[in-house]
């Protein structure tokens, strides 16, 4: 019996009907599991060659408890009981949706803010252990928050050595560098499973169960759900949800997720990672927006959405027309999403296992902060806000709302806005109401994604999905900002690079990048929401 419940109806329910049997023919779900790398055509064929080691995780990462649970009880006898995580991306969403659905703490810091980052160094550190995850250790997020967590540690006292523990790939240059280092624990993920399909790895499951999860029960969750995962069954719910993702027709490319008390806490998040990179390539792919029940995306029905209610596995399913519903705990949930957008990949017709946009905005931030050019001259300011755009759509606007308005008549009608976010998640969070304003306002899809996190996971979609979005890009001057040892930049500057760099890289592609910049924040956020509010009063949008 399956773990998961699932329900469509309309236009999924129709393209599960076009395509499951084919793919039941195919044995597509037992090739899968077989980790048969030529289901995506011979150009994918040498990536997905070494990046299917997620199907089986539920086994093979089962050594991997008994580890964790030994050091976490170390630390406990230690008095550490406050756990960091630096990771980016899969390395960190999936740990955060693992410890939230568990009700148990895990510091998860995935900004380069330094407001943010100071906020969780300063906090507790004398209990406090580091969980740096990266594949290779490049990551320059995730290097920048071990180099600054190494030395308050050995600025407080501490020995910085027995509070830092890493989950790399075997092998990769953190790897190397963290046992030369002599950090408390090194944890090795399986190098055959990417990033965003990662979260039943060392990746996942390290960070944690240090907090307290149980893993082993997650594991457990996964391991019951492949049974009919893995199936060439019509019934097989991750070929009907992968044919509601990947083959509608015509193609529903925004996915609108919607938590119906699903007890799966921020899961869309972490899906949204997921299917964002896996999907947005090729100018083709599936965008996910993360909204919240009677959003105004889940009253308009557009022709290019699709509803995805998460479900109560308590409650009976209730998919509306052109909707899916579905239910399952955490590890099943998981699961089932990955073959979803396995199969999504194979019927889009590319490759869910590479991203080739997302090294694009790192480059062009790496440029920014070696030579260091002098800022771009703001098209206007307005009181705390400096306002910046390319192009000649934002034409004769000379204030904050004129200049939202000439953004948002950008937006066509099969697109999406994205609003980013370059500040402190823990506490800009007044902004997120944007995107249900803006969603009003135009009518259309709204994303809301806090930088840099997004660019490891929509960030590849804006870049290599079609040409359809339109982006509000939003950074701050910090209250104060910090030193990153050993690196000759501050995290204020790595982080305003960063921000740059992809803007360049969508003004590239001809996508219209509208740049915010509070030079106050409080008083920006304010001037922002105020501006906004008159978009609102006035009716000057394209709904």
């Known amino acids: 019996m399956s773990t998961i419940a699932y329900e469509a109806q309309g236009a999924p329910r129709a393209a599960a009907e076009a395509h499951v049997p084919q793919l039941v023919s195919d044995k597509f779900a037992s090739r ?6 030529t289901l995506w055509g011979t150009d994918a ?25 030994k050091l976490r009880d170390e630390f406990a006898a ?19 949706v693992i410890t939230k659905t568990a009700g148990v703490e895990l510091h998860v810091l995935d900004s380069t803010d330094p407001d943010q980052v100071r906020e969780v160094l300063d906090t507790k550190l004398e209990a ?7 594949k290779s250790g490049s990551t320059v997020e995730t290097d920048s928050q071990r180099r600054a967590f190494e030395q308050a540690f050995t600025d407080a006292g501490i020995d910085a050595k027995s509070r830092i523990v890493v989950v790399t790939d075997p092998g990769s240059p953190l ?36 907090a307290g999860v149980d893993i082993a029960t997650l594991l457990d969750e996964a391991e019951e759900a492949q049974e009919s995962l893995r199936e060439d069954d019509a019934n097989n719910p991750g070929l009907a949800l992968g044919s509601a993702l990947g083959g509608t027709n015509p193609l529903r490319n925004k996915i609108v997720f919607v938590d119906e008390n699903s007890g799966l806490v921020d899961f869309a998040d972490w899906a949204e990672q997921l299917i964002a990179e896996s999907t947005g390539k090729q100018g083709t792919g599936v965008l996910p927006v993360v909204a919240s ?44 999403w990955e073959v979803a957008t396995a199969v999504a990949g194979a019927l889009l017709g590319i490759n869910p296992f590479d991203q080739p946009d997302v090294e694009a905005a790192k480059v062009a931030a790496r440029g920014l902060l070696e030579n260091k050019p002098e800022a771009t001259q703001a098209n206007f300011v307005d009181g705390a806000v400096e306002v910046r755009a390319d192009g000649e759509w934002l034409g004769k606007a000379n204030t904050l709302t004129e200049a939202l308005g ?6 066509p009608s099969d697109g999406y806005v994205s609003v980013q976010a370059y500040l402190n998640r823990l506490t800009d969070e007044a902004l997120v109401a944007l995107r249900d304003q803006f969603a009003e306002l135009t009518g259309r899809p709204v994303t809301f994604g806090w930088g840099p996190r997004f660019l490891h996971s929509t960030g590849q979609f804006h870049k290599g999905g079609p040409a359809i979005g339109v982006y509000l890009q939003i950074t701050g001057v910090p209250e104060k900002d910090l030193d990153i040892p050993g690196l000759p930049f501050t995290f204020g500057e790595l982080i305003q690079a960063q921000a740059q760099g992809d803007a360049n890289v969508l003004s590239e592609h001809g996508r219209p990048v509208l740049r915010l910049n509070f030079t106050n924040r409080g008083q920006g956020i304010a001037q922002l929401l ?13 709904a």
Do not use: C
């Open 406 to 411: 000439a953004l948002l008549k950008q937006v």
């Open 530 to 542: 105020e501006a906004v509010a008159s978009l609102e009063a006035a009716g000057d949008g394209r």
């Open 78 to 96: 230690e008095g550490v009981n406050r756990f960091v995580l630096a990771g980016m991306g899969g390395s960190s969403l999936a740990p955060e």
């Open 32 to 37: 899968l599991f077989d980790k048969d790398a």
């Open 128 to 134: 406090t252990a580091i969980v740096v995850s990266s």
């Open 175 to 210: 790897d190397k560098s963290a046992r030369e280092a002599g950090y408390r624990a090194v944890f090795n993920a399986d190098p055959n499973v990417g990033g965003r399909y990662s979260a039943l790895t060392a990746f996942g499951l390290v960070p944690s169960g240090l």
């Open 45 to 69: 064929e040498p990536e997905a060659s070494i990046r299917l080691g997620w199907v089986d995780l539920a086994e093979t990462s089962r050594p991997l408890v008994p580890e964790i649970l």
């Open 293 to 336: 029940a009677g959003a105004p995306e889940t009253r308009r029905q557009a022709d290019d959405v699709l509803i995805v209610r998460l479900e109560n596995p308590d409650s009976e399913l209730t998919a509306g027309e052109n909707e899916v519903a579905v239910a399952g705990s955490l590890g099943a949930q998981m699961l089932l």
